[in-house]
Every structure is written in structure tokens, then in C-alpha cells.
């Protein structure tokens, strides 16, 4: 066996464990869906998606809002204002800000 | 009496446009005004919501306010055209663009729309042992990767995944004070695993693998790839790595004859 | 998991089936007759939903209240919405199958919500078309309710109750009775709620809702976000009296309690459909 094909075997061995790994403990026939529950599945991952047409049933079905008037929205996640909150990394910065300004006079 | 076709697009326009509340002329009355105006509110309201749900992060970073007015404009210019709201918002990183908006909104609204995306995606296949074994005994010229339904590949210039953690409801730590995003060559891996969707950034030899995996070239062709061009990358271990069972397996194979 | 045939749903109480209380139903599961749920939200072709309401669907009967089908519009059926219901239905197997009596879209564009109908011969020609088409593609029979409406169309020449009743005479669809929705009406309008029932055919009645509402200004608005209120009990007392026992879901959409609380509106409701047994003829 020349140095080329050992590395071959090598990564398709690797091959062989990876999908070991992601198979679990299925036993389907070859192409076939998997149509067992993973023992550890998380019944509630993502839930906030499984509902969206809540939205559409009745007014108000989502998001658990129950005032009209959207104007004084609370901030789901900022204790501090926005201002503040761009000096401390470059995830916003001050011309992101102007730039945002910018886009709600073209609204 | 207008014909029924006529009363609808004209309660319509009133609910989108709002210019000239009154449906028709037996409606320019104090009370069906009224009733039009709280059917207005309540409709765009809805809107606003789903795009809540749709887009948490972007909006924890850019606050209730921009967060509000941004989805007000999205409605006036993309309307909903499907029954089923979840279709709804998917334009939303192409408005950013087109207002000029920064890089980073724009690349998180799109990371936030595949994530979206992969909470109702087919399930990806799990192989059998079996089968396993079957792949052991095949040259590896006949056998083909496949991009499994539960990925999505995002070529991303800015790591917004660190700022999808920070302002994850669960994360712990300020959020992203102090946190620097620069430029990066590479992309963006985003699957579901078991439900959870992970996010994990590609260097620019793993994006190139990966894109070979999605072309759905042999098991031959990716590794010469990897053995030709990418002699500091293990590539068994880059798979393994890949076959995670918690964050999602990204890849299958098919034998062909 | 493949189901051949939908479970029987007695004339007792359900839940509505909402994701913030997957968690809740898979851990210690409710003593609830059925549950009902809003099909669009399962259209995916995998993940946490599908995988969640399959587990449910084992140990529960559901019904199918759909909310995007847009029966009063005078756009035709969406064909991948109405595929999609198939497939969808076709894989739980519900017992019953429900939309709207109002329209949500018009020229393709969508409104997502539950907008009010003139009552015309011109409507009603329309919704029984559009409802003929709906069963026979479906090889079901489906329910139609009854929505709050916070306009009065002026054109409209027909009262609601007749309406709905022409629509099951010519259709042979049935009927979902929401009683919240029959008092919030009534009230918005200075409508007699009763008059309203009386003109509903009994027969066709297969199914009840009973919610909650709030108070918006001058409106009632059908929130769906409370409990039920007194006046609407009274109006589900008058309703099993004049209908007979019926299935009946509390239905509560925005405001989510926890479990517990749906269910014990679900056990009051047990309590008076247990009564109807109980009164001799």
C-alpha cells in the first residue's frame, strides 16, 4: 500500500466513524428517513417558531401583547440605550447609528 | 353596491396605504371610519409581531424603536403573500440592503432567516449500521456526499454568529459590550440538531470543502481536495467534526453503482 | 407512526394546543378530552412542532382550525395552501376540520387575519362555491365559524345566522359555534345574541368555542386573552340547553396561562355538558 492510498483508508475510516457518530442508535434500511425520536430530543427547542400562525387567529395571538399601541414598545434586552451601548465594541458604531437615522427618513 | 371583489381591495388599500380610510361612500361615516382605523392598527401590529419572533436578535441589538419603524417600512414594501406566516419576513435582510443599512444588520438578518428556515426543514437522514458497513467495502469514486436539509451555508464578511450568542435570552455576560466584530474570510455553518439550532464559523479552506459537499462531488474529489490544496487541515477530523449528533449531522453519503 | 382513521371526540372539553405549553403537555400530559390546533403551523416538512404534535396526537384526538385559507375571498383556493392541508391532514387524521366564514387576502396579497364579510347573495354564492371545492378536494366534510366583525358592512343583505345557514343547507358543511365571539358581536353592535342562536340550525352545530375577551376603548375586542366570563357561560348554559351536549373547546390565545388554568375552564365546561346527561328529559 503506496503513501497515497494509506491516507485514503485513513480519512475513509474517519468517514466511517463520523457517520457512526451521527447515526445514533437508528437502525433503518439504507436511504430510508429516520422516523425514530433521538432519545434526548428536546421537545421545546424553537417553540416561539412552532406557533407563528398564532399570529393570524385572532388579533393580537402572539407574542403575548396585549395593549394596542405599539409606539411605547418596551426594549426586550437593553438595559442600557442604545448610545451608550456602541462605545463599548465595534458592533454598532456611531456612523451605524447615523446610517440607521438615515434609513427611517426613507420610511 | 359595489361588486365584492371591489370592496375587498378597497378594505385592503385602506389597511396598507391608510390614505382615504373610507371604503366606500357609504362608509365616510364616524363609526366605520373608526372601525377601519382599529382593523389598520391590529393588522400592522400582527406584522410587527411575527417579525419579532422572526428576528429577536436583530432587534435586541438595534432596540424596540429602529426595530419598529424598520418593520413598518417592510410591510409597506413587501406585503405578506402567503396564508401560512411563516413565509412572512423573508425579504427582510434584502431591506436592509436596499436602505444602505449597516453591514452587520443586514448579515445578522440573514443568519436569523436561516435560522428560521431550519426550524421546519425536512429531518436529516440518520444511516443505519448496516449501511455503515456497506460504505467500508465501496471505492470511494462512487460514492457521493450530500448536504443534509437540516444546513444552511452562509457567506458572511462579518462573524455575526458571536453577536447571535451574546444576545441569545439564555447567555450569560454583558451581551456585546466589548465585543469586536472584524472582517473574516470563510462563512457561516448553521444547523439544527435535535431541535436546537447551532451556529459555527468556516475557515476559507473548510467553506471550499463544504461547497464540495453541497456540489455533491465523490468522497474521492473532496479528499484530493483536501490532500492537494489543504495540507494543514485534518480532514478526518474536520468531518468528525462535522457528524456531531447534538449540533446536527451536516452531511450523508450516497453509493452509487 | 401512520394513522388510518381520526379518533371520536366526545361532547366534552378541550384545550387549544399552543407551543408555549409543549413543554408542560409532554411532561405530565392534561386531563383533557381533545385538543385542536391551527394546521398551518405544521406545514414544515420536519422539526420540534411536527415531531411534538405526533407525540400529542398518540394519546389525544385533534381538531384542525385553519386560519389561512381565506374562504370569503374573492381570490380563488390556493392550491399549495389547500395541498398543504392534505398532506397535513392526511398525516394526523383530525376529527374535525375547521376554517373561518370571513376572507384574508384579496388579488394575491394577504392580510393574515380574519376579516369581515359582506352578507350578500353575491358572498354567499362565493363561500359555497369556495367551500364545495374545499370539501371535495379534501373528500371531508369541514366547519365553518362564526368571527367577531369590528365593522358592519352596509351592503350587507342578510343577517349572519341565516347566512351561515344557507351556507350549510347548500353546502352540507357544519357548523363551529363560537359563543365569545356570538356575545362580543352582540355587544360591539347592540345585537340580541339569542335571536342570533335561535336562527342557527341545531344539527349542524358540531362544535363550540368558548373565550375570552378585553376591553379596547369602545370595543370588545376578541383577544382570546382571558378567561371566560361570566356572560358567556350564561350564553354556553342557554346554548347546551336549546343544542344539546356538544364538543367544546376553551380557547385561549394571547395571555397564555399556565396549563393548569386551561384546564380548569376545560373541567367547568365538563361540569355543565355533565349536567345535560344528568336532567331528565
Not at chain 2, 444602505?100 to 440518520?126: F, G, K, N
Not at chain 2, 462531488?217 to 483536501?226: G, L, Y
Amino acid at each position: 500500500m503506496n503513501a497515497k492510498t494509506k491516507k485514503n483508508a485513513v480519512v475513509h475510516s474517519a468517514l466511517l466513524v463520523a457517520l457512526s457518530l451521527a447515526g445514533g442508535q437508528a437502525v433503518h434500511a439504507a436511504g430510508a428517513k429516520a422516523t425514530e425520536i433521538p432519545p434526548d430530543w428536546q421537545p421545546c427547542a424553537g417553540v416561539a417558531k412552532a406557533g407563528m400562525n398564532d399570529c393570524a387567529s385572532k388579533l393580537h395571538a402572539c407574542a403575548g401583547l396585549s395593549k394596542i399601541d405599539n409606539e411605547a414598545d418596551s426594549y426586550v434586552y437593553m438595559p442600557k440605550g442604545l448610545c451608550e451601548r456602541i462605545a463599548k465594541g465595534t458592533v454598532l458604531t456611531k456612523e451605524d447609528v447615523k446610517k440607521m437615522m438615515e434609513m427611517q427618513k426613507k420610511m | 353596491m359595489p361588486p365584492l371583489h371591489e370592496l375587498q381591495r378597497a378594505f385592503a388599500a385602506a389597511m396598507m396605504e391608510g390614505k382615504g380610510l373610507t371604503v366606500t361612500t357609504s362608509m365616510r361615516t364616524g363609526p366605520a371610519r373608526r372601525s377601519l382605523a382599529l382593523y389598520r392598527r391590529l393588522i400592522r401590529n400582527n406584522y410587527v409581531q411575527t417579525l419579532k419572533i422572526t428576528y429577536p436578535v436583530l432587534r435586541r441589538l438595534i432596540g424596540g424603536h429602529y426595530f419598529n419603524v424598520f418593520a413598518r417600512g417592510y410591510l409597506k414594501r413587501y406585503p405578506s403573500t402567503s396564508g401560512d406566516l411563516f413565509a412572512y419576513g423573508q425579504h427582510f435582510p434584502l431591506f436592509l440592503l436596499q436602505l444602505e443599512s449597516p453591514r452587520v444588520l443586514i448579515e445578522l438578518a440573514r443568519l436569523e432567516w436561516a435560522c428560521h428556515e431550519l426550524h421546519q426543514v425536512a429531518d436529516s437522514p440518520l444511516p443505519s449500521q448496516e449501511w455503515i458497513q456497506t460504505l467500508a467495502t465501496v471505492d470511494p469514486s462512487a460514492v457521493t456526499f450530500r448536504l443534509n436539509p437540516t444546513v444552511r451555508l452562509l457567506r458572511c464578511v462579518l462573524p455575526v454568529h458571536r453577536v447571535w450568542y451574546a444576545l441569545q435570552p439564555e447567555a450569560d455576560g454583558n451581551g456585546i459590550d466589548g465585543l469586536s466584530l472584524s472582517p473574516e474570510e470563510g462563512g457561516l455553518l448553521v444547523t439544527r440538531g435535535r431541535g436546537k439550532i447551532h451556529v459555527r464559523s468556516l475557515s476559507p479552506n473548510q467553506w471550499w470543502l463544504l461547497q464540495a459537499v453541497r456540489d455533491r462531488k465523490t468522497v474521492a474529489v473532496v479528499e484530493c481536495m483536501a490532500r492537494e490544496f489543504m495540507p494543514d487541515l485534518d480532514l478526518a477530523q474536520f468531518l468528525t467534526g462535522l457528524s456531531d449528533p447534538v449540533m446536527g449531522p451536516v452531511f450523508s453519503l450516497e453509493i452509487h453503482p | 407512526m401512520t394513522l388510518h382513521c381520526p379518533a371520536p371526540i366526545p361532547a366534552r372539553a378541550g384545550i387549544g394546543l399552543r407551543s408555549y405549553h409543549f413543554r408542560e403537555i409532554m411532561e405530565s400530559p392534561p386531563p383533557v378530552a381533545w385538543m385542536e390546533t391551527h394546521p398551518e403551523n405544521y406545514f414544515g416538512e420536519g422539526g420540534t412542532a411536527l415531531r411534538t404534535l405526533e407525540r400529542i396526537r398518540v394519546d389525544y384526538p385533534l381538531s384542525f382550525h385553519g386560519v389561512g385559507l381565506s374562504l370569503g375571498s374573492t381570490d380563488s383556493i390556493d392550491s399549495t395552501h389547500l395541498r398543504k392541508l392534505k398532506e397535513v391532514f392526511d398525516r394526523f387524521q383530525p376529527t374535525f376540520v375547521s376554517e373561518h366564514l370571513s376572507w384574508s387576502s384579496v388579488d394575491g396579497r394577504f392580510l393574515n387575519d380574519l376579516l369581515p364579510l359582506p352578507y350578500t347573495e353575491e358572498s354567499l354564492n362565493l363561500v359555497c362555491a369556495k367551500i364545495d371545492e374545499t370539501q371535495t378536494e379534501l373528500q371531508r366534510s369541514m366547519l365553518i365559524e362564526n368571527v367577531t366583525q369590528y365593522l358592519t358592512w352596509p351592503d350587507s343583505t342578510i343577517p349572519e345566522a341565516e347566512f351561515m345557514a344557507e351556507v350549510v343547507r347548500r353546502t352540507g358543511c357544519g357548523i363551529l359555534l363560537d359563543l365569545n365571539n356570538v356575545y362580543v358581536n352582540a355587544v360591539n353592535f347592540h345585537l340580541d345574541p339569542v335571536r342570533f342562536l335561535n336562527a342557527i340550525p341545531s344539527e349542524a352545530v358540531q362544535e363550540i368555542h368558548l373565550a375570552g375577551f378585553d376591553r379596547v376603548g369602545r370595543w370588545l375586542v376578541d383577544t382570546h386573552g382571558q378567561a371566560v366570563y361570566p356572560e358567556v357561560w350564561s350564553l354556553y348554559e342557554w346554548a347546551l340547553h336549546h343544542f344539546g351536549p356538544r364538543p367544546t373547546l376553551i380557547e385561549w390565545d394571547t395571555n397564555l396561562p399556565p396549563l393548569a388554568e386551561l384546564v380548569e375552564q376545560a373541567s367547568q365546561a365538563d361540569a355543565m355538558l355533565g349536567a345535560c346527561y344528568a336532567t331528565p328529559a
